[in-house]
């Protein structure tokens, strides 16, 4: 439970006096009180926030310069809501309803850009957080309000619309006409960068005049809505416009924002796909598979494993106000999470009835860290993130460190550039084997983490000279058990260990059983 839990949560194994402190620990409700502590951490707040940055499209090839710290704004907007455990419903309306000027007039509007330009030339850090919106969403390269659609529907009601853009599926009820009224709900934003503005277009002029390659600063752009001239998608056969609806509901009136319509209809108690949505995708991450599967397909062709329990989360996550971890928390505390992965006789052959917890394989970024973390090592990617940065901080989509760009595609990180949830891969492959095997990257790790740290001084001299004793030998032997899986080695573990490392004699034991225990299923998948 103990690594399940951190490795769901806040993405690395525990540490040593960690995992001690939580055996000793004799309190009847110490499960939950850790859940509690996990749930409130900074790195869970960042786990979700890449998480989210997948769903939302954090597409770093999509945005313009400097691209890396506009993925980094837009990953740190994130991060900071769910540190604040803001309602998942003002979250999305904070993305949905986005403007670059928030009610502010241009003139401070564009203060506040340079204040955030400048500071992204030397560094990640920015004020872009403290937004109430994410103007970010909308400031992508060639961004079609098709393309808008086809997210929104994706990432909020977990619906796949693309199919509708030619033809109506089959198996699906939604027409052509469907889409092209949800694609004209976006058809009133705009991003421009001061054809109508003075004190933005002086503002352009003023940057391209800098001549200084190092203070430069990128070009402004804004996210306006027009209700006066809304662009809308012609019908497929009458070629007229099509009205504005969201999918299944009444055709909105022409008068005010379309998002801001569109949001309330969302979070309505009526509208089933929000609150379901949100609670399959939570569901997911903690056991690996939705009760709606895949997550992003909420179909009358794509029904639940067990409707009544989906039904009863997204009542409870409504009534909640849209409270994330208050569903985290009774998934976290439920049997079913904390079942065994050993299985029995009765749920051995189980895939689908959450019978037992079944061993999953882990993000790309979180297996970095839980590789990191159980070696006792601390990166440091100045490129690709701000300093003191985790794997699960690092926000571009495209990284220029060699090491974490290899990691990063052995697991399956995705470019965020399709509407699918397909697109990160979390499944066993071989080069992930040959990864930890092989790579001279996590070998040169192991030897220079945690084992550096317990053989450092006079300890490595002695046991070379045959001076520490069998005891000392043992109760490295159980730490590295214990930062790797978790778990203290059992009697036949201890004595192999014991055996092979007295047998080299020079220390190099040590760095083998590290290896061996990196490269065991039980250390790479979360079970």
């Known amino acids: 439970f103990l690594r399940r839990v951190y490795i769901d949560t806040i993405g690395r194994v525990p540490n040593v006096m960690e995992a001690e402190r939580f055996f000793r620990d004799t309190h009847p409700e110490k499960r939950d009180r850790i859940i509690d502590t996990l749930l409130s951490h900074p790195d869970h707040a960042a786990l979700w926030a890449t998480k989210m940055s997948d769903i939302t499209g954090n597409d770093t090839l999509r945005l313009y310069p400097p691209a890396e710290k506009r993925s ?22 904070g993305i949905l309803v986005a403007t670059s000027r928030e ?9 506040a850009a340079e204040n955030n330009d400048t500071s992204n030339i030397s560094s990640f850090k920015s004020n872009y957080s403290n937004r109430e919106t994410l103007d970010l969403f909308w400031k992508r390269k060639n ?18 619309l693309q199919c509708a853009r030619c033809h109506k599926h089959p198996y699906d009820r939604w027409t052509q006409v469907d889409y092209r009224a949800f694609a004209g709900l976006f058809g009133q934003v705009k991003v421009h960068n001061g054809a109508q503005n003075k004190d933005l277009v002086e503002e352009n002029r003023r940057r391209k ?24 998608m012609p019908h497929p056969v009458t070629r007229k416009g099509v ?37 399959n995708r939570i569901w997911k991450h903690y056991f690996g598979i939705g009760i709606v599967e895949p997550v992003d397909d909420l179909s009358d062709a794509n029904p639940p494993s067990h409707p009544h329990l989906l039904d009863s989360l997204a009542r409870d996550f409504s009534s909640s106000g849209f409270d994330i971890r208050h569903i ?77 760009r290899h990691a990063f595609r052995v697991f399956g990180r995705p470019t965020r550039g399709p509407v699918c949830d397909c697109e990160r891969t979390t499944d066993p492959a071989l080069p992930q084997t040959l990864h930890l095997m092989a790579d001279a990257d996590v070998y040169n790790k192991i030897r220079n983490g945690r084992l550096r740290q317990y053989l450092s001084g006079s300890a490595l001299r002695r046991f070379q000279r045959g001076e520490m004793s069998d005891d000392e030998v043992t109760g490295i032997i159980r730490n590295l058990f214990l930062s790797t899986l978790t778990r203290y080695p059992d009697e036949r573990e201890a004595r192999v260990a014991l055996d092979n490392v007295k047998q080299q004699g020079d220390g190099t034991g040590f760095t083998d059983i590290m290896w061996a225990l990196v490269n065991t299923r039980e250390f790479i998948l979360n079970h």
């Open 328 to 404: 985290e928390r009774r998934i976290l505390e439920s049997r079913a999470y904390q079942f065994s992965s050993t299985p029995n006789r009765a749920n051995s052959e189980d895939r689908k009835n959450f019978a037992r917890s079944y061993p999953r394989n882990l993000m790309a970024e979180v297996a970095v860290d839980v590789i990191h973390s159980a070696l006792g090592i601390k990166e440091r990617w100045r490129a690709d993130a701000p300093e003191g940065s985790r794997a699960i901080d690092v926000a571009p989509s495209i990284v220029r460190d060699g090491d974490l």
């Open 103 to 111: 009610g502010r007039s241009e003139k401070e509007w564009i203060k």
């Open 72 to 93: 980094q704004m837009w990953h740190d907007w994130l991060r900071v809501r769910f540190e604040q455990n803001m309602p998942y419903d003002q979250i999305v309306r």
């Open 209 to 232: 005049r800098i001549k200084e390659k190092e203070k430069r600063l990128p070009q402004l752009r804004e996210v306006v809505v027009d209700p006066k001239s809304p662009r809308l």
């Open 143 to 160: 961004l079609k309000k098709e393309q808008v659609g086809e997210r929104v529907a994706a990432a909020f009601l977990g619906i796949r």
């Open 243 to 279: 009205p504005p609806a969201p999918l299944g509901a009444e055709t909105l009136d022409g008068k005010g924002d379309y998002r801001r319509k569109l949001w309330t209809w969302m979070r309505d108690p009526e509208n089933p796909l929000f609150a379901h949505n949100m609670v």
